[in-house]
């Protein structure tokens, strides 16, 4: 098993933590990473754009004139395509961009996105994360001991105190150790962990 330091919010050591080589120091496979994206981002499309066709424009029940004798061509409505204001023929329709994964490919993938972050040495590993109060300044000064500013924070659980102070920075994002993903951990340069968030995804993803 790897061995990655722990630090306090200070950058001071406290300990070592052994971690899993299944969860941080597997194969990195970049398919899998790929589609686990590609997955994620389709389903957050809406798919909701949509055109009407000649059925569904008002107006246009009355035959615009006669069919004979006028010298135009014969017309049924002037909701057809082919008027101003008619139909859409070919237009989109609400669809849904959703496919299926397998929950051991989303799985495997999340493994692969969180081993790319320690391989590449882009992982920290905190003890905890407390402040005082809600402030934006402190947090920053966290991440400024540890020069890391494009940073996606795990915590263990609801902290009110870390998660609003970190809302207002650019670039950087708290999220709870049930929500992680990989998007978002490819998305971000940096990682931090708490020793706590750390167990409850080497848990949740074991092999």
């Not at 080589?21 to 389709?42: G, P, S």
């Not at 969180?114 to 003890?127: C, G, I, N």
């Not at 709870?176 to 750390?198: C, F, I, P, S």
Request: charged letters at 30%.
């Amino acid at each position: 098993m790897a061995t990655v330091p722990v630090f306090d919010i200070n950058k001071n050591k406290v300990s070592d933590l052994e971690i899993s080589d299944d969860l941080f120091n597997t194969d990195v496979k970049e398919y899998l990473i790929h589609q686990m994206v590609r997955y994620q981002r389709a389903s957050w499309r809406q798919g909701t754009a949509k055109t009407k066709t000649r059925s569904e424009v008002s107006g246009g029940g009355k035959k615009p004139y006669r069919q004979k004798g006028t010298g135009n061509a014969r017309q049924g409505t002037i909701r057809a395509p082919h008027f101003v204001g008619g139909g859409s023929v070919f237009g989109p329709k609400p669809r849904d961009y959703q496919f299926k994964l397998n929950r051991k490919v989303k799985k495997a993938a999340l493994r692969c996105a969180l081993s790319a972050r320690f391989k590449e040495d882009r992982m920290t590993v905190l003890s905890a994360i407390e402040l005082e109060k809600i402030s934006t300044k402190m947090f920053a000064e966290v991440l400024k001991r540890f020069d890391i500013d494009n940073v996606l924070v795990v915590i263990e659980e609801a902290n009110p105190l870390v998660e609003l102070s970190a809302r207002n920075l650019p670039a950087v994002k708290v999220l709870r150790a049930e929500g992680v993903n990989v998007y978002d951990l490819m998305k971000h340069r940096h990682l931090v962990l708490t020793q706590g968030a750390v167990s409850q995804l080497e848990g949740a993803l074991q092999i």
